[in-house]
């Protein structure tokens, strides 16, 4: 069977990474790169992906590179995007790469600086749910009940993921959305999107972690998929903080097929599974009828 080739044949993302097995934030780097094409200057904070680019002078990136320090993602790629236009060059796209942690915790108050100015960049959030480079502590994206090393079986995360796209929503910037390794085309396309919205625009990508979800490799992509189809993690877009457009309504699937699979929620009883999915079942409601608004 002849196979159509969906996307372009150039590699941004090289071999030689130092990125961990089965590991998603990788793909999404490569699925955005072939998104926005070479002319792409990528910021990255203190992060996994600090390291998977590799040791200076050398990188795995056939574009530019600016690693900056940890809470300051959004503030340096404003600076990047102005020093461009300084210098009249208004076709190469700033984009800036961080973690949760990065991302829901220490770079906050400069993200939101940015959406708040409606800065010129795509912000894109890898989000492994937790500080997965320093030894997998628990961030503000961690999920309920999760085990991390900060968190572990007998003191579990006991409050909810940040809702990290309704903050964003309620900057009023152009365009968010989520996406997901395991939906590569989706991904594409909200990059190819992004990259021809003037003003910020923010990407929050699902990234697996197989060494911090305590998971095989092998179902590194399958757990992706399934936090989709479980509702977990829906894919969906906000424009302007007000149009909310739902790019996959999946068939129910319970939680405990999602949940199972990973380590890092072996520890929950069914009546916490319970508890989960219904907290899924009430957020995914309110999603559909601001969608249907």
Known sequence: MKME???????????????????????????????????TIVVIPASCWSIIAGFFPYSSLKVPVYHVAFETAASSATGVKAGLEMKGDSTTTVLAWAGDGGTFDIGLQALSGA????????????????YMNTGVQRSSATPFLTWTTTTPVHQTKEEAKKNIMEIMAAHRIPYAATASVAYPEDLFNKMKKAKEIKGLKFIHILSTCPTGWRLPTQLSIKAARLAVLTRIFPLYEIEYGEKYTMNIKPEFHPVEEYLKLQGRFSHLTDSEMGVIQENVERIWEKLLKKAEA
């Open 5 to 39: 080739r969906s996307f372009p044949e150039e590699e941004y993302f090289m071999s030689g990474h130092l990125a961990c097995s089965g590991c998603g934030a990788t793909l999404g780097m490569r699925y955005a790169l072939k998104a926005l094409g070479e002319e």
């Open 115 to 130: 959406a708040e100015r409606n800065e010129d960049f795509i912000y894109v959030c890898y989000d492994n749910e937790a």
